[in-house]
């Protein structure tokens, strides 16, 4: 049985006259302690996936498990971090993280908690500005604001739709670093979600591609057996870690290919209205 399994998924919003289907026939099977990388087009589906694990919406129809349990609702066994750091703007660094941690361990005493929410703002380096809000914050501390967060409710899984995505390309590449630190010491399972192939292959164990929609499918995953711990610049002159971005980036320029291609052909259906002769008047 796999840690989390995604069995013949399929998602589209709306109603019958005004629907989009977005996702078809999902398959995913992702073992205790994974880090996989899923990638895709921008309105293909990536953050309909991620809200699906994470329980906050339902497919339309298959079936979503989580160590053999189906997910129905969100938990606090998924750890979410979204792109756009979401955080209450009242509340100081340690305020945002002890609210979800006094959410999952209630009987923590007020020591305990603080000692707790210290250890994971540690952990993302963020220590000497745990009392200040998040407009004191750049847009890097305000993520990892969210990844303490997330880290510290000792999710079984770590969601993270697209966390870095807004970031500038150093405080991207900081940020790589320490969640693959996090994971290395941690272990936790991890999906991430990101727009990066070079991201995906620095960081995931497994790379899956999302293909465009509507109806998005997953398209065939590659396997990254790069060696750990993986050395960004190192990386760029190593001929496998080449092939597999040739590999990833060609697979996804060819699904687009394709997908504009049938676009183009789809019929679109016109209104019926009949032009008013407005001369005649
Ligand atoms: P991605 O994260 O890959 O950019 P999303 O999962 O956000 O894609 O969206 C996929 C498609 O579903 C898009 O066409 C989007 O407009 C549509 N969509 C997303 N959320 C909703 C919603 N709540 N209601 C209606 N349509 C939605
Ligand atoms: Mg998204």
Wanted: hydrophobic share 40%; proline share 6%; aromatic share 4%.
């Amino acid at each position: 049985m796999a840690f989390l399994e995604m069995k013949s998924v399929n998602k589209g919003y709306g109603s019958a006259n005004l629907r989009t289907e977005v996702l078809n026939d999902i398959n995913l099977q992702v073992e205790e302690g994974e880090f996989i990388a899923i990638v895709g087009f921008s309105g293909s589906g990536k953050s309909t996936l991620i809200s699906l694990m994470a329980g906050l919406i339902t497919p339309d129809s298959g079936q979503i498990m989580l160590k053999g349990q189906e997910i129905t609702d969100p938990g606090p066994d998924r750890g979410i971090v979204f792109q756009n750091y979401s955080l209450l703007p009242w509340l100081s660094v340690a305020g945002n993280v002890d609210l979800s941690v006094k959410q999952v361990f209630p009987k923590l005493s007020r020591a305990e908690r603080r000692k707790h929410v210290e250890k994971y703002v540690d952990m993302v380096n963020l220590l000497p500005a745990i009392g200040k809000k998040p407009h004191e914050l750049s847009g890097g501390m305000r993520q990892r604001v969210s990844i303490a967060r997330a880290l510290a409710m000792q999710p079984e899984i770590l969601l993270l739709d697209e966390p870095l995505s807004a970031l500038d390309a150093l405080t991207r590449a900081v940020l790589q670093d320490e969640i693959t630190n996090i994971w290395e010491k941690d272990r936790r399972t991890v999906i991430m979600i990101t727009n990066d192939v070079d991201e995906a292959i620095l960081l995931a164990d497994r790379i899956v591609p999302l293909k465009p929609g509507p109806n998005a499918t997953f398209g065939p995953e590659f396997k990254v057996p790069l060696e750990r711990p993986r050395d960004r610049t190192a990386m760029n002159d190593d001929p496998e870690f080449k092939k597999i971005r040739n590999a990833v980036t060609s697979y996804l320029m060819d699904v687009n290919t394709e997908a504009k291609s049938l676009n183009v052909n789809t019929n679109i259906v016109l209104p019926d209205i009949q032009p008013v002769d407005l001369s005649a008047a």
